[in-house]
């Protein structure tokens, strides 16, 4: 197994090495780049990217920028001193070929330099690692509470096929599927915090103003405060294919040879279905959960940031990606990609600790 773990990890850098030049390709060839947001800037033509998202008057500056992204000789720098264009092409960087700044890129990422950010001033890692404990915050707690639930209804829901229970808690679980997580918690929003109805939890952020001032318990309940509805937002809108997962892994299992020969060894219901389907049926649920991880982190706690005003790395590659910030969009994509690696590395050995039998070393 140990050997299987290192070819596994050596496989790594050459999978990071296509995603990074799939996407780097992508990126030259599409509209816009970070010196024609300067220059638009420099004419009072750019838009935020929250301006972006809605707006009448966003919506025009964004359709005026995107007039001036076709053009690749930079409408916008018309009327504007040609060496003065050149210098920022230079500053940037994009007075090298591609492939050099391609290599470039590739040779500090060996090292994890990730760059500076275009327009923020910083380090990209300064960036990462200050945004990471509110995306950890959301994914992990979040991932949690769904196998919490998830795993124990699914089971319920297996051994129960058929029965009202069933009939009932597959109601909750289809409006789970129809019904996204940015719309749990507009939903939330207006019932619990202000919007309407009750005013019981916060709108902003993740820690009250005078979290400082507090005692070391109640910071904890401040935080769990905070945390409450933009987690409670994504577990409705993720447990139901979990769910369902469970229940059909554990359907399968029970109707095979080997719950019948145990049952007829006279072993109670619990032995069988917790000592024997249990093992076989969870390797699915397992297989899934470093999806489900990466899920909650990178793309489902995207537009819950949004809408929490939650400062986490969702929201800085959502911003990154409309300022054309090459640095911190290929850095984060970096990052996720190296995360979501090592997970699936950690799926297959808990595939070997669940179920011994499955050696991947021997194929």
Same mark, same amino acid.
């Given at each position: 197994m140990f050997a299987y773990i290192l070819r596994r990890l050596a496989l790594i850098p050459l999978t990071l090495f296509g995603i990074i030049a799939i996407n780097f390709a992508i990126v030259q060839v599409a509209p816009g780049g970070p010196v024609e947001q300067v220059l638009a800037r420099? %004419?009072?033509?750019?838009?935020?990217?929250?301006?972006?998202? *809605?707006?009448?008057?966003?919506?025009?500056?964004? =359709?005026?920028?995107a007039v001036n992204n076709r053009d690749n000789t930079y409408r916008g720098a018309q009327g !504007?001193?040609?060496?003065?264009?050149?210098e920022l092409n230079r500053q940037f960087g994009f007075d090298q070929p591609a492939y050099v700044r391609f290599g470039q890129m590739i040779g500090n990422y060996l090292s994890f330099n990730l760059g500076k950010s275009y327009f923020r001033n910083r380090e990209v890692w300064d960036l990462v690692l200050d945004k990471l404990p509110v995306s950890i915050s959301l994914g992990v707690w979040s991932t949690l509470l769904i196998y919490l639930i998830s795993i124990p209804l699914g089971i319920a829901k297996a051994v129960r096929d058929g029965s009202r229970f069933d009939v009932l808690s597959s109601a909750a679980v289809i409006i789970g599927y129809a019904i996204p997580a940015f719309l749990?918690? #507009? !939903?939330? #929003? #207006?019932?619990?915090?202000?919007?309407?109805?009750?005013?019981?939890?916060?709108?902003?952020?993740?820690?009250?103003?005078?979290?400082?001032?507090?005692?070391?318990?109640? =910071? #904890?309940?401040?935080?769990?405060?905070?945390?409450t509805l933009p987690v409670t937002a994504m577990v409705i809108g993720g447990f139901a294919s979990l769910t369902m997962l469970t229940k059909n892994s554990f359907l399968d299992e029970i109707?095979?040879?080997?719950?019948?020969?145990? =049952?007829? %060894? *006279?072993?109670?219901? =619990?032995q069988v279905l917790y000592g024997h389907i249990f093992r076989n049926a969870m390797l699915l649920v397992i297989a899934g959960f470093p999806a489900t991880?990466?899920?909650?982190?990178?793309?489902?706690?995207l537009l819950i940031e949004v809408i929490f005003s939650l400062d986490g790395l969702g929201l800085l590659g959502f911003e990154a990606v409309f300022n054309r910030d090459y640095p911190v969009i290929f850095g984060t994509l970096y990052m996720f990609s190296l995360i979501g690696l090592l997970l699936n590395l950690v799926s297959d050995l808990s595939y070997h600790l669940v179920d011994p039998r499955i050696d991947f070393a021997a194929r």
């Open positions: 420099i %004419k009072d033509t750019a838009v935020s990217a929250t301006a972006r998202v *809605g707006g009448s008057e966003g919506a025009e500056a964004g =359709r005026s920028q !504007l001193d040609p060496a003065f264009v050149a749990f918690a #507009i !939903l939330l #929003i #207006i019932v619990f915090a202000g919007g309407r109805y009750l005013d019981w939890f916060p709108l902003r952020g993740l820690s009250s103003d005078n979290w400082m001032d507090l005692s070391w318990p109640a =910071r #904890i309940l401040d935080y769990f405060w905070h945390l109707n095979k040879q080997y719950v019948v020969t145990a =049952r007829a %060894k *006279g072993l109670s219901e =619990r991880l990466v899920s909650m982190l990178f793309t489902g706690s």
